[in-house]
Structure formats: C-alpha cells, structure tokens
C-alpha cells in the first residue's frame, strides 16, 4: 500500500520514519508547497516522488492512502480535495477545527465511498486492547474514577499559539484525554464542568475538564501547552488501580493493589513508533472495503469534535473554521 504525505513537517517525519520500516506498507511520496523542501524530505526518508503542491500528489494514481499531516485550520479543505479526488485518507488529529467542519466532511466521504479516518494513534494500539481486558478482568474491582493529564510546552509553536490555524491545548493535547475517557469508561457523560486558562494569543493554554458518567464515575483530566508532565494516566477501582505510564503511547500497564505497590507489570509488544499501528488499520479497513476504522468510528470523532465545540464555548474561546 503507497503512502502520501501532505506536508513535509514535524509530525509528517515521524510517519515517514515508521512506514520506511513497516512491512507492505510505504511512503511513495510527499507533497509540500515548496518543491525544495519535498525534495529535502523525500531524500531523507527514501521516498521516490517529491511534488511542489499537495494536488499533485492527489492526482498521483499510484497513492493508496493519503497522510494529512498539516495544522488543523488546513485539515477541512485538504480533506475535501483527497475525498474529492478518490483519495481515501487519514487525517491528524485534531479531525477538523469544530464540529460543523467534521460533519460536513465524514457525510462527504459517505457519499464519495472514500475511506476516512482520524489519526488518534492511542486508538489503535494493542496497549487500549490489553487495557480493556485488564479492567474488564476485574483485576482493579470495579472501576470508579479516571485521572489524566497531558502537558507538552509546545508555546513556541506557532500552529499552538494561533487561532486562525486551530490553535490552544485542547485541539492539540486535551483531544487524546478526551479519547482516554472515551476508551476506558462506556459509561455516557451525564455532567461536565470544566476550566481554562488562556494565552494572549486568545487559544487555551491549560484546562481541566471533569465528567460524571451515567453510571456514577468521575473522569477528571488536565491539558496544558505550557508545561512539561509525566503524561500518566490512571483508571481507580474498588480493590486496585491501572496505570498508564504515558497516556497516548504506554510502554507498560501497571496493576496497583495499595499505593504504589505494583502486583503486575504488563509490558506493550516491541513497535517501531506506535504510529504502525493506525497505518496498518487504515490499510486492513481499505482492504476489507470499509469506509471508516472500527477503533476510530467517525461517529466517535464527531461526539468528540461536539464536546471539543461545548468545551471552547464554556471557557468564551473562540471556535474557529468554517462554519
Ligand atoms: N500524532 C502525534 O503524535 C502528533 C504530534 C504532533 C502533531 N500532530 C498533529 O499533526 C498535525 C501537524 O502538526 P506538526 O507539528 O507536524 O505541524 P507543523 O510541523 O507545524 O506543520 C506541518 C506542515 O504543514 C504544512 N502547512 C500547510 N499549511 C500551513 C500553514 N498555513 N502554516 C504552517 N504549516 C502549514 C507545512 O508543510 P509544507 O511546508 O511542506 O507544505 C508544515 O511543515 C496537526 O494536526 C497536529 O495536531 C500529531
């Protein structure tokens, strides 16, 4: 399966380092506005074709499935035009900028028949399975509460700090502990209640979120752009605890009786960046004549992008895109 990345950026080389070591998978080529920096980042990555526009490397026959790699605000037209031009594709996350956005687009892809995802890696890694398992085993009792926060001090990136390009911490970093929440309790969200502090720029740069499910449990989580954390994660039940080291992209899940005491350590399967994982459900969902991954429905995406618009209207940020 023949990879398309549209724009040669940070997160774009992560992707072209991972498929250039995954089997039946590739990067065949990359497209950016500058034809020279297409070129630099194609030698780099051993990838055969560079093109100086992202509609070139649309209108290339042999892409399979094209790799959004861009800031939000460009997600929405950029999406479009693959979908518009066959081009089944995997978008970054933040799917879209709002909700409206999101929608106009996955009934875009219904209609076209073109496969459509969003690239929420922590979606697709075995680590959610063996999670699931764990607190559906009854090792932790029954669980009561999540805990999450995720900061990265991304404040001197620009696409962070603007609006105009779907900037501020939730878009960025708050959408993966909203996914958290949705991966680890089934249970509806029934209350929410939540807090932000803003940049000058006008974006959120930190937040707390806190939900009451349905059927009683509290999730509570914490994003900042402005400051560097641990990045843990963890799900509390009657009789034990499950940590996550890392949020996103665990390297082991810890089994917890009382504080810190570890009864069981379950180490993740050896991976090359985690982001095979999303390549290779793309590739199979193509395959098997899907429309949308069964790890990242698109109706999961456009709760979530709902809750990202409700959040933003709570804290008077700005939502911003095409509405
Ligand atoms: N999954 C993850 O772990 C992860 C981590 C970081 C970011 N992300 C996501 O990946 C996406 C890109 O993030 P990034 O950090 O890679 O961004 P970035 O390096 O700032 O920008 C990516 C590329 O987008 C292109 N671009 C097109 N229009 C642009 C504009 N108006 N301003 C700036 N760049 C523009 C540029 O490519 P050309 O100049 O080549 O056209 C740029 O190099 C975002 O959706 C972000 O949330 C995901």
Redesign the pocket.
Same mark, same amino acid.
């Given at each position: 399966m023949n990879v398309g990345i549209?724009?040669?950026?940070?997160?774009?080389e &992560?992707a072209a380092r991972t498929l250039a070591a995954m089997d039946g998978m590739r990067c065949l080529a990359?497209?950016?506005?500058?034809l020279e &920096?297409?070129q630099a *980042?194609a030698a780099r990555f051993d990838v055969s074709r560079a093109y100086g526009s992202?509609d070139e490397l649309l209108q290339d026959p042999d892409i399979h499935l094209v790799y959004i790699?861009?800031?939000?605000?460009?997600?929405f037209s950029q999406t479009r035009d693959a979908i518009l031009a066959g081009k089944p594709c995997l978008?970054?996350?933040?799917f879209m900028m709002n909700a409206v956005e999101t929608a106009s687009v996955l009934a875009l892809a219904r209609e076209k028949k073109v496969f459509t995802a969003e690239?929420m890696?922590s979606r697709y890694m075995p680590a959610r399975t063996m999670a699931r398992e764990i607190i559906a085993s009854g090792a932790i009792g029954t669980p009561h509460m999540l805990t999450a926060s995720l900061a990265y001090n991304v404040a001197d &990136?620009?696409?962070v700090l603007k609006p105009e390009?779907?900037g501020g911490a939730l878009?960025?970093l708050g959408v993966y502990l909203l996914n958290f929440v949705r991966m680890y309790c089934d249970s509806p969200i029934r209350e929410l209640s939540t807090s932000c502090i803003r940049a000058d720029s006008g974006v959120d740069a930190s937040e707390v979120i806190t939900f009451i499910h349905e059927d009683g449990t509290l999730s509570s989580v914490q994003a900042s752009a402005f400051s560097q954390s641990a990045n843990e994660g963890v799900v509390a039940g009657t009789t034990g605890y499950l940590v996550f080291d890392d949020i996103?992209n665990p390297g082991c899940l810890r089994i917890c009786r009382k504080r810190h005491v570890v009864e069981r350590e379950i180490p993740v399967p050896r991976q090359i960046t985690g *982001?095979e994982y999303q390549f290779q459900a793309c590739a199979d969902a193509i395959r098997a004549g899907r429309l949308e991954p069964p790890q990242m429905p698109h109706a999961e995406t456009l709760y979530i992008m709902h809750l990202m618009d409700r959040l933003r209207a709570e804290w008077g940020v700005p939502v911003t895109g095409c509405r």
């Open positions: 549209i724009g040669a950026g940070h997160i774009a &992560k990359v497209g950016s506005r500058s &920096k297409a *980042f992202y790699a861009t800031p939000h605000s460009c997600h978008v970054e996350k933040s690239a890696w &990136k620009e696409r390009l779907g878009l960025d996103i *982001f």
